[in-house]
C-alpha cells in the first residue's frame, strides 16, 4: 500500500525526493507514512493538526493497546485538531469522543534536521488535550520541531481490570506509540528522528517520570523536561485538589483491580465485554478526580520511585523542577471559611500540631498563605529535589524552580480569593512557553519567556541548557535548583528554601 502510495505521489509531481517532503510543503503538505497532510502555513511557522497515530481506540478497541492507522491516500485535512479526548467535565471541557488519538506539529520549515520536541499535556491524566497548547513561540524562537499529542485520560486511558492483562497504563501506551509515529515522521517535517526531547507540566510531568522509567520507552527519546511532576512526588487529603483524598501519580495493580471492579458494578456490569458495549457518556458521567497510573505491568514493572532509587530508568539528560508557589493554586480553592487548623489535621493528622507551629500563619501573613507554603514545600519541591538526587547520581541533571512571583493569572483569573497573592502558582510557567491570549507578559516577563524558551529549546539540541547568552545554569548538586524570575536567573538553595529539613525529620 505505501508504495503505491510513493508511486502516485511521485506521478503526480507531489513528492520530491528521498525525505518524503512534498514540492508543495510550502503550501503546507507534507508526506507521512499514512497518508500525506495538508496544514497551515504563516510566515514563521507551518501547523499541522488533527493526524490520526494510532486507530480509533472504540468498541473492541476500547483498553487495547494503540493499534496502527489505516493508510489514506486524499491529502488529509490537518488544518484543524482532532477532538479532546474523552473526559468529564472536571477541568470545563467534557468530553465523549473516544476517537481521540491525534497529535499536532508545528515546525518552523520542513527543510533541515531541526530537533524535536513532544508535548505531554497536565491534567492529571484525566482532562484537556493537546491542542490546547500553541507551540508557535517555541518552535519559531528555538528553530524546533513541537509536537503535541492527545491520549486516552481517564477510566479510558488508566482502567486497571483483573480481566485485561497489563492494562491501567494505556495512557502511556498512546504516548509511546506517538513517539514511535515521531520516530518515523519527524524527518518529513524539518526534525531529526535521533533527536527528541519529551517535556510535560503537572500530570504531564508524572508521565515524563514514567517514560523514564519504562522499559517500553527506551530508545524512544532523548531527553526529558519535567515541570511541576515527576516521581517521588505524593499528597495527603485536600493536597493536590480540595476535597479530594490522599494519593499518588501511582497505584498497585492489586489497588486498581479493587477499583475497576467497583466502578464495572456501579456501571451495573460484570465483566469487559459489558463495559466496552456501555456508551462513553456512561463513563464520563462519573467523576475520577486525576488518574493514577497503573504499576506492576509491562509498562512500568518497577515502581517509578524504586527505578529511580535503583537506577533503573532510562538515563537520558533531564531537566526536572517545579514553581516557587505550587500550593497556592490548591489553596486558592478552599472554601471560607478557612480552618486551617483543620485542613492540618484532616491532612497529616497527629503531625498537625508540629506543623502548625513551623508554619505559623502570623509569619505568613495569612492562613491560607501558609496553608500553600506547606503545600508547595511537602508535597512539590522537597519530592522534586528527592528525584534530582536520584537522577544526578546516574545521568546530566539540570534543576529549576520557576519564581516569578507576579506571573499572570490567565486562565486562573478568578479563582484566586481577594487579596490573596498567587505568587509563582502551579502552571504559571506555561505562558513563558506557549502562546496564551489571556496571560498579557510585561516586558520583563517578555524577557524571561524568552530566556526559558531559550533555555529549553537549547537543551533539546544538546543536552546542556546553556548558550553565551543566558546565565549559567550548572549541572545539579544537592539541593540547589535554577531560580528562575524576571531580572534575576541564579542559583538558590532550594533544600532550605523549601524547609525540606523540617518535612524529612517528620
Not at 497536565?122 to 513541537?146: C, E, K, P, T
Not at 467523576?287 to 493514577?292: A, I, K, R, S
Not at 497503573?294 to 535503583?310: E, F, Q
Request: aromatic share 8%; net charge neutral.
Amino acid at each position: 500500500m505505501r508504495n503505491r502510495l510513493l508511486t502516485l505521489l511521485t506521478a503526480a509531481g507531489l513528492l520530491a525526493g528521498s525525505a518524503g517532503v512534498a514540492n508543495a510543503s510550502e503550501r503546507g503538505l507534507v508526506l507521512t507514512d499514512a497518508g500525506p497532510v495538508r496544514g497551515t502555513t504563516a510566515t514563521d511557522h507551518q501547523l499541522y493538526q488533527g493526524i490520526p497515530y494510532a486507530a480509533p481506540p472504540v468498541s473492541a478497541n476500547r483498553w487495547r493497546s494503540p493499534q496502527p492507522v489505516t493508510p489514506w491516500t486524499t491529502p488529509l485535512d490537518a488544518t484543524k485538531p482532532g477532538p479532546a479526548c474523552a473526559q468529564t467535565g472536571g477541568a470545563g471541557s467534557p468530553s465523549t469522543t473516544e476517537d481521540c488519538l491525534y497529535l499536532n506539529v508545528t515546525t518552523p520549515s520542513v527543510h533541515g534536521r531541526k530537533p524535536v520536541m513532544v508535548w505531554i499535556h497536565g491534567g492529571g491524566n484525566s482532562y484537556l488535550s493537546g491542542s490546547g497548547f500553541n507551540a508557535q513561540r517555541i518552535a519559531a524562537q528555538g528553530d524546533v520541531v513541537v509536537v503535541t499529542i492527545n491520549f486516552r485520560l481517564g477510566f479510558f486511558g488508566f482502567l486497571g481490570h483483573p480481566d485485561l492483562p497489563d492494562s491501567g497504563a494505556y495512557g502511556i501506551e498512546d504516548q509511546q506509540a506517538a513517539l514511535r509515529w515521531v520516530k518515523r515522521n519527524a524527518a518529513a517535517f524539518g526534525g531529526d528522528p535521533r533527536n527528541v526531547t519529551i517535556f510535560g507540566e503537572s500530570g504531564g510531568a508524572f508521565d515524563i517520570c514514567a517514560h523514564v522509567t519504562s522499559p517500553l520507552s527506551r530508545g524512544l527519546f532523548d531527553k526529558a523536561i519535567a515541570q511541576s511532576g515527576g516521581c517521588s512526588i505524593a499528597w495527603p487529603n485536600n493536597g493536590i485538589i480540595h476535597g479530594l483524598p490522599a494519593s499518588s501519580p501511582w497505584i498497585s495493580k492489586e489497588k486498581a483491580a479493587a477499583n475497576a471492579i467497583a466502578l464495572a458494578t456501579q456501571l451495573g456490569c460484570a465483566d469487559v465485554a459489558c463495559l466496552r458495549a456501555l456508551p462513553a457518556s456512561a463513563i464520563t458521567a462519573i467523576e475520577g478526580g486525576l488518574t493514577p497510573v497503573v504499576t506492576g505491568n509491562r509498562v512500568l514493572p518497577v515502581h517509578p520511585v524504586d527505578a529511580l532509587r535503583s537506577g533503573q530508568f532510562n538515563r537520558v539528560p533531564v531537566i526536572w523542577g517545579n514553581t516557587r508557589d505550587e500550593g497556592r493554586l490548591t489553596a486558592a480553592t478552599v472554601p471560607e471559611p478557612f480552618n486551617y487548623d483543620a485542613l492540618l489535621e484532616q491532612a497529616f493528622g497527629t503531625k498537625a500540631a508540629k506543623i502548625a507551629a513551623e508554619y505559623p500563619p502570623a509569619e505568613f501573613g495569612s492562613a491560607r498563605v501558609a496553608y500553600g507554603a506547606l503545600l508547595t514545600d511537602s508535597i512539590w519541591a522537597c519530592a522534586q529535589l528527592t528525584d534530582d538526587r536520584f537522577l544526578s547520581r546516574k545521568t546530566t541533571t539540570y534543576a529549576y524552580e520557576f519564581a516569578d512571583r507576579d506571573a499572570p493569572l490567565g486562565d486562573f483569573t478568578g479563582l484566586f480569593p481577594p487579596g490573596f497573592p498567587p505568587g509563582a502558582f502551579h502552571a504559571s510557567e506555561i505562558p513563558y512557553l506557549f502562546v496564551t491570549p489571556s496571560a498579557h507578559l510585561n516586558a520583563e516577563q517578555q524577557k524571561l519567556s524568552k530566556q526559558i524558551t531559550e533555555y529549553w529549546t537549547t537543551f533539546a539540541k544538546t543536552g546542556n541548557p546553556n548558550t553565551h547568552s543566558l546565565p549559567h545554569w550548572p549541572r545539579h548538586t544537592p539541593g540547589q535548583a535554577q531560580s528562575l524570575a524576571p531580572t534575576t536567573i541564579k542559583q538558590v538553595n532550594a533544600h532550605q528554601e523549601h524547609n525540606c529539613a523540617f518535612w524529612t525529620s517528620l
